[in-house]
């Protein structure tokens, strides 16, 4: 098979021929149609975040067709369509057992990010019990990004705790950003977003937003007071996780608000701890999500009422000029790479 290889941290990855991977007794083998790059991608290109051994296969929104299936495999038949969980997780440790699987203690790797290879490539395989089937009518590209961007904006909502007419702010409106106002509104909050392009604060509004604004020129801080009748809002979710976005989001709660954190990068930096005691703010922190939470967010993406947050499609061939375009801030939403077999069944659809 065909795998887009990354061989040495801060070089382009190489799109090269190297072994189809074959299925143990308990995994199946997807025949990989799409898979989504983002910005935890271009981190481990560049050495930062995650860092595997070299060489490996990056890419964890992942789409595909079920192509082999091992011996003790019972549940899934060749030809279905279906989408991979990124956790392997133990299944015993305390936090398996209360359904938090995305922080095992005794996490045996995550895919396209540690140990195990990801959906660069044409093929891989991953245990049965990791894969959750989607269904026809969603295209490929809308199935890729359910495992990362759909996933941890659904799971970030449910950890935000949101009541019927509650108002949360949102930083940061690009993939999971757009993913998080959409469900948040299902949800029945009232929602305004802040980004710093002015193209994904139009895109924000689209996607269903009740107020937008560019935190370049504006006051997030006094824009989202009077957004909440001058109260603070009631809840916080940072999909950026810089220190101007935390600062902001904490000064922007009302008493006894939440800020749940989504995003974040190599930095650390201090928090006003006196705002945070006298107004009883809740800090909250939220990774990916629960394997429930894959399966909730297929029936999100299927239901209808969620709008696509790929905006762009490149072929897995050219993933560098993908990461190139992402990297310069040209993707609003989520890009997506297409195999060469994912391009052929689009073609027919
Ligand atoms: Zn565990």
Redesign the pocket.
């Known amino acids: 098979m065909k795998a887009a290889v990354l061989k040495k941290f801060g070089d382009p990855l190489v799109w090269e021929e190297v072994p189809t991977p074959e299925p143990g007794p308990e995994e199946v083998r997807l025949q990989v149609m799409a898979c989504g790059t983002d910005g935890t991608d271009l981190k481990m290109v560049q050495g930062f975040g995650y860092t595997p051994v070299l060489p490996f296969i990056i890419g964890h929104e992942i789409t595909g067709v079920v192509d082999a299936v091992g011996s003790r495999v019972t549940d899934w038949q060749p030809g279905a369509r279906a989408i991979a969980y990124n956790f392997f997780?133990?299944?015993?440790?305390?936090?398996?057992?209360t359904h938090r699987?995305q922080i095992?203690?005794?996490?045996a790797g995550v895919m396209g990010a540690r140990v195990k290879h990801g959906g660069y490539a044409e093929y891989l395989c991953l245990p049965a019990r990791q894969v959750v089937a989607i269904p026809a009518h969603v295209s490929w590209p809308d199935a890729a990004v359910i495992p990362d961007a759909v996933i941890t904006a659904l799971h970030g909502v449910d950890r935000a705790r949101l009541q019927l007419n509650e108002t949360v702010l949102i930083f940061g409106a690009g993939g999971v950003g757009s993913s998080a106002i959409q469900i948040a509104k299902m949800r029945g909050a009232r929602v305004a977003a802040v980004d710093r392009s002015a193209d994904k604060v139009r895109r924000a509004l689209e996607m269903g937003a009740d107020a937008a604004w560019n935190s370049c020129d504006s006051d997030s801080v006094q824009l989202a007071r009077d957004f909440s009748q001058g109260f603070g809002v009631d809840c916080v979710i940072d999909v950026v996780g810089v220190e101007q976005t935390m600062a902001a989001g904490i000064e922007a709660l009302r008493p006894g608000g939440r800020l749940v954190v989504i995003g974040y990068t190599p930095e650390v930096y201090g928090l006003n701890g006196k705002r945070l005691a006298q107004n009883e703010l809740e800090i909250i922190g939220t990774r990916a999500g629960r394997f429930q939470d894959l399966i909730d967010s297929v029936e999100v993406v299927a239901g209808g009422r969620f709008k696509s947050i790929v905006t762009d499609l490149f072929p897995m061939e050219e993933v560098n000029r993908a990461m190139d375009a992402l990297r310069a801030g040209e993707i609003l939403g989520r890009a997506v790479l297409l195999t060469p077999a994912g391009r052929k069944t689009m073609e027919v659809q």
């Open positions: 997780p133990c299944g015993r440790c305390r936090h398996c057992l699987e095992c203690q005794n996490m």
